[in-house]
């Protein structure tokens, strides 16, 4: 599964987008289509939806003629097919025909780089087929007369059997790869409250695929993680950590240490069966401390992505929340930060237009310069602080340097009783500081 990564699936696999219902999405169909490694050679729309063949009659029948004219292998959808939409369609077109969510679970597979997220999208994929788990056709059954003779009667209902088998083989293999992925979660839980214990800030960066977001923890970060643009380039969430950066030119004091985690990108009409490939993204979300909420400015449809992200994390939060054990960190009061990458791309124009937008966000461009963010993720972090002046005499020396990347040192001074810090310490922090308190 994991040989093929770079490969993608025929290169010369020539494929015709087909949407029917409003809206439609099929520009982001073609850049999924091409992640893939296909080449859109045609594109065909209906404004309602048919529930016998996804689109009309008519329709059917223009597209088989495109698929012939155009030389066509590939059908794909917009929307996910029934069984028999599929079957119907496939039949007319004379190609095969892939649906949107068979595409993303596809380009899932091949972009998956660990154990997990392989477990995660095989899940997806057993999912997607149980229902779609074909008996043989019953026809054929009957043509050929018995290989046993007497008239097949005997072996009627094998079919059946089979297809009882072949379900009950998925389901056991759903039920195996159910088990293991609980015990990852269990080793993430456990991971991240050893984080939490450190009183380390955590921030995570949320948003549509392609936005940027592992650009950002590069950046961030100075970590060398794959970026490219192609969709859900990232599967598995990775965490870094930011030591704290000197402020100024070091002596006036420093910012403390965070942990920044870059999870799987969201899209509009999420496969239902993922959802397991976004468990951790989703956790990751609902702990962190701050969200950065990234979006590519560039893009036509940056309000509608934004607001996609905006619902699948609220869904996501609730669905934890039901799960019980939500009691220390209320995963939607952390702040977020809206984050608008890839300004490079945006117009002079447009540029006054997102700020009368988005009066809040932060603009940047993350392939240039990330600093604009990190100042914001330094001060949402000492929004969740208490700021506190703390006189340290010079024998407990320990004390003062441990609140090097702990907490944000905003001044500095040694003076003949010890150091006097102005400082913003995390809350869990502040009462082990208390004794040093000045008033
Ligand atoms: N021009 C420009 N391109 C950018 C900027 N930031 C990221 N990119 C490009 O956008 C593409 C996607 O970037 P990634 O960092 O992989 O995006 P992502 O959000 O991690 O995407 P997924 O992991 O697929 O969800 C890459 O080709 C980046 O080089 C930017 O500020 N300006
Ligand atoms: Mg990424």
Redesign the pocket.
């Known amino acids: 599964m994991t040989e093929n990564r770079e490969e993608g699936v025929g290169l010369e696999a020539r494929a015709v987008l087909v949407g029917a219902g409003e809206p439609r999405h099929m520009e982001e169909l073609g850049r999924l289509a091409t992640t893939l490694g296909m080449e859109v050679v045609g594109v065909l729309e209906q404004g309602r939806r048919d529930n016998a063949g996804y689109v009309g009659r008519g329709k059917r029948e223009e597209l088989r003629d495109l698929v012939g004219e155009l030389g066509a292998g590939f059908v794909v959808t917009d929307d996910e097919l029934t069984a028999s939409q599929a079957r119907v369609l496939e039949r007319a077109a004379g190609a095969v025909v892939v649906d949107r969510t068979e595409l993303i679970i596809r380009i899932f597979e091949v972009h998956a780089g660990d154990a997990a997220s392989s477990l995660e999208v095989e899940l997806a994929d057993l999912q997607y087929r149980l229902p779609r788990v074909k008996g043989r056709n019953p026809e054929l059954s009957r043509l050929g007369g018995g290989r046993g003779g007497a008239g097949g009667g005997a072996r009627r209902g094998s079919g059946e059997q089979q297809l009882e088998y072949d379900r009950r083989v998925i389901r056991g293999r759903i039920d195996t790869i159910n088990r293991k992925l609980e015990r990852e979660k269990t080793g993430r839980e456990v991971r991240g409250a050893r984080l939490r214990e450190a009183n380390t800030p955590t921030v995570a960066?949320v948003?549509?695929?392609?936005?940027?977001?592992?650009?950002?923890?590069?950046a961030l970060s100075g970590a060398g993680?794959?970026?490219?643009?192609?969709?859900?380039?990232?599967?598995e969430t990775t965490t870094r950590l930011v030591e704290g950066a000197a402020v100024g030119n070091g002596a006036q004091g420093a910012h403390p240490d965070f942990v920044v985690t870059?999870?799987?990108?969201?899209i509009r009409k999420l496969p239902t069966q993922l959802v397991h490939s976004f468990a951790s993204t989703l956790e990751a979300a609902n702990q962190a401390d701050v969200k950065v909420l990234?979006a590519?400015a560039?893009s036509l449809e940056l309000e509608d992505e934004i607001a996609t992200v905006g619902r699948t994390l609220s869904e996501g939060a609730s669905e934890g929340a039901s799960e019980g054990a939500g009691e220390e960190d209320g995963p939607t009061q952390a702040p977020t930060i809206l984050c608008l990458?890839?300004?490079?791309?945006v117009s002079e124009e447009r540029s006054g237009e997102l700020e009368r937008l988005y009066p809040e966000a932060v603009r940047?461009?993350?392939?240039?310069d990330a600093v604009p963010l990190l100042d914001a993720i330094y001060e949402a972090i000492a929004g969740d602080r208490e700021r506190m002046q703390v006189l340290i005499p010079h024998d407990d020396y320990g004390a003062a340097s441990r609140l090097y990347g702990l907490a944000d040192i905003h001044s500095r001074q040694t003076t003949e009783e010890g150091v006097f810090m102005d400082i913003s310490l995390p809350h869990a922090a502040s009462a082990k500081y208390a004794p040093y308190k000045v008033p």
Not at 207 to 218: E, F, M, Q, S, W
């Open positions: 960066l948003g549509y695929t392609n936005a940027g977001k592992t650009t950002i923890l590069n993680r794959s970026t490219k643009d192609r969709l859900f380039e990232t599967l870059d999870t799987v990108g969201f990234c590519d560039s990458n890839k300004m490079d791309l940047i461009s993350a392939v240039s």
